[in-house]
């Protein structure tokens, strides 16, 4: 799991350091968020690749990671491959958010 960033320099040097991340912003307050909390730990847990870094965003705590990447729903996972975001998903359905895992790891396998 990734720390998240203080601001905008430390994000951009997450972005280069890590090919493959994997964004889940939510808040405290999100039912839910709260509602896919473990199955979401437990899947990434389970199935994600090592290459794979997850990085965790409160969206109350952290206002220039938000702007960046304009999350405006909750729950968001954003996937980044190679510096890039390489999808943007807004879901707190399980079987979304297994596609947007397996997505994430059909990048980092083939590096």
Do not use: Q
Not at 19 to 37: H, M, R
């Amino acid at each position: 799991m990734l720390k998240t960033p203080s601001d905008i320099k430390g994000m951009e040097t997450i972005l280069k350091n890590n090919k493959f991340i994997l964004i889940k912003a939510s808040a405290t307050w999100c039912n839910p968020c709260k509602k896919i909390e473990t199955p979401f730990a437990n899947l990434i847990k389970n199935k994600l690749d090592d290459k794979v870094k997850v990085m965790y965003v409160d969206v109350d705590d952290d206002d220039d990671i938000v702007h960046l990447f304009n999350i405006t729903k909750l729950p968001t996972f954003i996937s980044i491959v190679k510096g890039k975001v390489a999808n943007t998903d807004i879901t707190s359905n399980m079987k979304d958010i297994r596609i947007i895992v397996d997505k994430i790891n059909s990048h980092a396998v083939f590096v």
